[in-house]
C-alpha cells in the first residue's frame, strides 16, 4: 500500500514540478538565474515556515545538524543551482527530457545506499523510459551544451536528495525538509550570483510569475518527500517518467 501511495503522490509531484518549471523558464527571459533562485528560496521558504508553524509544526531539533540532514540541504543546494542555470541556456523541453535520467540514477542509489533490490520489472521499466528520453534529445547527433550536462548534474543530485529523503530518521519532520529545501535555494543563487552578478528590478509580471512557480514548486516538492519517504524508491522511480509528458 506504501508504493502505491508512494506512486501516486508522485504522480502530482511531478505535474506540480512541470508547471512550475514552465515559470521558472518564463523567468529566465527576464531575471539571471542567481536572482531567481534566491528570490524564490526567501519566498517560498517563508511561506512554508508561516504553514507549518500555523499547524503545529516543528523546524528545529537535534536533526538539524546530523549530516544526513545537512547533506540532503546540499544536495537540494546543487541541484537548483545546476537546473535552474541550465534552463537560461537551453530549452525547457531539453532540459525536462534531460531530467528523466534521475529515475536510473535514482534506483542504482537505492541499491547502493538503501539496500533496495531492482527486480526485472522495474528494471525493464527504468530502462524502457531512459530510451525514450534518449530518442528525444539525440546526444549522439551534436555536442551536448553546458546547458545539458548542467540538467544531467541537477538530475543526479535530485536522485540523491530523494533516496536521502528515504534514509532520513523518522523523527524529522517531512515539514522541515521542505521548508529548508526551499531556502536552500537562497544560498545557491548566491553563488550564481558570485560568479555572474546580475540583479534587475521585477515588473507585476515577475512578481506574479514568481508567485505562480513558488506554489507549484511547493506543491511538488511536498508530494515528492512524502513519496520518499513512504515508499521504495524503485518503486517510484520509473513514475519520474510522467514529468516529461506534463512537460509537453
Do not use: C, H
Not at 19 to 39: E, R
Amino acid at each position: 500500500m506504501g508504493n502505491i501511495r508512494g506512486i501516486a503522490f508522485m504522480l502530482l509531484s511531478m505535474a506540480g514540478f512541470a508547471i512550475s518549471d514552465g515559470f521558472v523558464k518564463a523567468l529566465t527571459n527576464t531575471i539571471s538565474a542567481g536572482q531567481l533562485l534566491v528570490v524564490f528560496g526567501v519566498t517560498g521558504g517563508a511561506i512554508l515556515a508561516v504553514m507549518s508553524k500555523a499547524r503545529g509544526a516543528t523546524l528545529s531539533g537535534p536533526w538539524l545538524t546530523s549530516p544526513i540532514f545537512l547533506t540532503r540541504l546540499a544536495t537540494d543546494m546543487l541541484a537548483a543551482a545546476a537546473v535552474v542555470s541550465s534552463f537560461a541556456l537551453v530549452p525547457l523541453s531539453l532540459v525536462s527530457a534531460i531530467l528523466q535520467v534521475s529515475p536510473l540514477v535514482a534506483a542504482a542509489f537505492a541499491v547502493w545506499l538503501l539496500g533496495e533490490s531492482l527486480g526485472p520489472r522495474r528494471l525493464l521499466a527504468i530502462l524502457a523510459g531512459l530510451v525514450g528520453v534518449l530518442i528525444m534529445i539525440e546526444p549522439w547527433g551534436e555536442r551536448l551544451e553546458l546547458g545539458a550536462l548542467l540538467a544531467f548534474f541537477g538530475a543526479s543530485m535530485f536522485a540523491l536528495r530523494d533516496v536521502l529523503t528515504r534514509k532520513m530518521p523518522a523523527d524529522v519532520p517531512s515539514d522541515a525538509m521542505v521548508t529548508y529545501g526551499f531556502f536552500a535555494m537562497a544560498p545557491a543563487g548566491v553563488i550564481v550570483l558570485t560568479i555572474e552578478p546580475s540583479i534587475a528590478p521585477m515588473d507585476v509580471t515577475a512578481v506574479l510569475l514568481t508567485l505562480g512557480g513558488v506554489l507549484s514548486g511547493i506543491f511538488g516538492y511536498t508530494m515528492i518527500t512524502l513519496a520518499s519517504r513512504i515508499a521504495e524508491i524503485s518503486a517510484i522511480a520509473p513514475f519520474r517518467y510522467a514529468r516529461l509528458l506534463f512537460a509537453l
